[in-house]
């Protein structure tokens, strides 16, 4: 009986071969109808002011890291060929101790003053040395002018007032400004995923796809095709992707979410999420679980975890001692529920390949940067399984770990800015 229950909740999470080719099919036809500015794409692209950079960018800057999770802001010394130095580095995390910077009960001048203190700390206090900014944002935002860019919606459970709608460097600035940082001026917000592209291309050639695979998820790229504005980068806020099939658990996750009926692909996969997920699931098995509270990366524990392991973990969650079958059952459900996520994201990588190369014979590289991806292992198998089932023979798709991707694509675009 508990088999047959454990058996069925388990199979909500397979992804065959064939809804594979489709989810990759989809991401590339739904990407095509939204650079036809089609209404009926899933996808919600943001066409960015951005170019890919030369590799000869030189001089220090202030990068900050605005993410999901973490604050981090550092200066930056870029010496051209690809090299660089990260000088000195503050970080802060939005949810500790310190404070929740990322409810409903925050204000944005609160969680724009803790930016600022956080880049203060990278810099010492100096109010004299003038610095250029690079602001890597990790949300949907549309640019409004050269150095700017306005907020759409948040995503990742960020539920702050009063910053939708609105351009989030003359934010930061007026932040600076009221502790006194006159020197700083940000002059370019790039999405996360863009960074790691700048990133990516500022040290290898031929890079034109980046992506984030950790709290959040999404990907970028640089248009090659002559028939569609050949240079500038496309966000392409991929996390948004609906036409998916959803599963019940996929579909409490999003109930439950701040913003229900949105970033369909990402609750799906994305670490912000999994957790989530994997209780839903449970929960249904075992009401009492509901309680518990952990992350993706605790389900990829979890995946990998031994019984004793387990059991202790359960244990905490006020859960009854499990026996072998829950045991076996938690592993696999933690296993397919990365696997799902790793499979996902490869289908979409595929979808984004075609597009640029066509899908007769490449080999492209990602870029790809964030927890999930750099931590879980099970993600990495999962990827190169999904690629094998979607890619034809003479077509190959190569990811990589973009080494501080945010930080160093935000020095490369304020770099760039002073160009424009
Ligand atoms: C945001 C994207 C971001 C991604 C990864 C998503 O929730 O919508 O803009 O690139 O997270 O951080």
Redesign the pocket.
């Known amino acids: 009986m508990a088999r047959n229950k454990f058996a069925e909740i388990i199979e909500t999470f397979e992804i065959d071969q064939d809804s594979l080719r489709e989810i990759a099919a989809s991401v590339r036809y739904d990407l095509e109808l939204a650079l036809s500015e089609n209404d009926s794409s899933s996808l919600q692209i943001i066409h960015t002011n951005q170019n890919l950079p030369q590799g000869n960018e030189c001089g220090k800057f202030i990068a900050l890291d605005f ?2 999770t973490n604050l981090r802001a550092a200066i930056v010394e870029l010496s051209g060929n690809g090299d660089y130095k990260i000088l000195r580095k503050a970080q802060s995390a939005l949810r500790s101790e310190k404070g929740d910077f990322t409810t409903a009960d925050t204000s944005c001048e609160a969680l724009f003053d803790f930016i600022a203190k956080v880049i203060g700390d990278a810099i010492e206090g100096d109010k004299n040395t003038p610095y250029l900014l690079g602001h890597t944002f ?4 549309s640019p409004c002018d050269e150095n700017d860019a306005e907020l759409k919606k948040w ?2 459970e960020i539920a702050v007032p009063g910053v939708e709608g609105k351009p989030v460097n003359e934010l930061l600035a007026a932040a600076l400004k009221r502790q006194g940082y006159d020197n700083i001026r940000p002059t370019a917000v790039l ?3 863009v960074a790691v592209l700048l990133a990516a291309a500022y040290q290898n050639d031929g890079i034109h796809i980046g992506s ?1 695979y ?5 990907s970028c790229y640089a248009e090659i095709n002559s028939a569609f504005a050949p240079g500038k980068i496309i ?1 392409l ?1 991929i ?2 992707f609906y036409k998916i099939f959803i599963n019940k658990y996929d579909a409490i996750v999003d109930g439950h979410s701040t913003n229900p009926d949105e ?1 369909r692909l ?1 609750k799906m996969v ?1 670490g ?1 999420y999994l957790g989530e997920l994997f209780k839903a699931a449970l929960t249904d098995f075992y009401p009492g679980f509901s309680k518990a509270n952990f992350d993706g990366e605790d389900v990829s524990h979890l995946a990998l975890a031994n019984a004793a392991q387990i059991s202790l973990f359960m244990h905490q969650s006020d859960f009854p001692l499990p026996d072998d079958d829950t045991i076996s059952f938690i592993q696999t459900l933690a296993a397919k529920i990365l696997r799902r996520s790793a499979m996902i994201v490869a289908a979409s990588y595929c979808g984004i390949a075609w597009h640029l190369y066509g899908n007769s014979s490449f080999k492209a590289k990602i870029a790809v940067e ?1 927890s999930l991806y750099e931590k879980v292992e099970q993600i990495k198998s999962g990827m190169a399984e999904a690629f094998s089932k979607i890619l034809d023979e003479g077509c190959q798709i190569e990811t990589f770990l973009q080494k501080d991707g945010p930080l160093l694509g935000a020095a490369l675009a304020a770099c760039m800015a002073q160009d424009k």
């Open positions: 993410g999901g990790s949300f949907p935002a995503t990742k999405n996360d995923t984030i950790g709290t959040g998820h999404n966000n806020e996390g948004n970033q990402e994305s912000c964030g």
